[in-house]
């Protein structure tokens, strides 16, 4: 009897391995905040077709430079992009435009740090990486925070297929498209 206990939970466990084996190499999304002005059409109008900034602080891979780690982001940033007709680029605008939208992704944040302080340009690091590939991502409006989340993998580079997979789930999440549900009292409600 144990035997064909043993024969019908055999595979089901080897599935479940394998299952939590995939899950495992697929990146953390954390939550995410969105300010009561955040519009999708906002970011569409001001992003389709333009080009968007993205100021990068921190190098989530030591054994790359900065610039080096920031060359091979960009285009795998690209390739996973919201939906607009945007172009990342690292280049601030020639003249600051107003309202300024920018997105800043600092790697290896220092638990402290909050989002409001990265629009207004103050950021910080932990002294020693946790994990491979940390990110704190913000979307600013001039010093206002628009949308952030937080983000990890256990990337080994910048062109780790990993990265990408990470990215296109980021930017769903950090500039939805869909109308956000705004909590607070439903009509007809009984108390």
């Known amino acids: 009897m144990a035997r064909s206990q043993t024969r019908y ?27 009561p002005e955040y519009s999708w059409s906002e ?14 602080s ?15 982001l960009l285009p795998v940033m690209q390739a996973n992009k919201p939906r607009p007709n945007l172009t990342f680029t690292y280049e601030p605008p020639p003249e600051p435009p107003r309202p300024d939208y920018r997105l800043v992704l600092v790697f290896n944040a220092a638990n402290d740090l909050t989002a409001d302080r990265v629009c207004a340009g103050q950021v910080w690091h932990k002294p020693e990486a946790t ?53 607070g009292p439903r009509p007809f409600v009984r108390w």
Do not use: H
């Open 131 to 183: 994990r491979p590939f940390d990110l704190f991502a913000v979307y600013c409006r001039n010093d206002q925070v628009m949308s952030y989340t937080t983000a990890w993998t256990q990337a080994t580079g910048p062109d780790d297929p990993r990265v990408g997979q990470l990215f296109a789930q980021l930017f769903q999440v950090l500039f939805p498209d869909y109308a956000l549900m705004r909590r």
């Open 9 to 35: 939970w055999r595979p089901i466990l080897l599935l479940l391995a394998a299952v939590v084996s995939a899950c495992a190499n697929v990146g953390v999304i954390g939550g995410a905040y969105y300010a």
């Open 58 to 72: 921190g190098n989530p891979f030591p054994n790359l430079s900065e610039a080096e780690f920031k060359r091979r």
């Open 43 to 56: 970011f569409f109008a001001a992003t389709d077709g333009r080009n968007f900034q993205v100021i990068v």
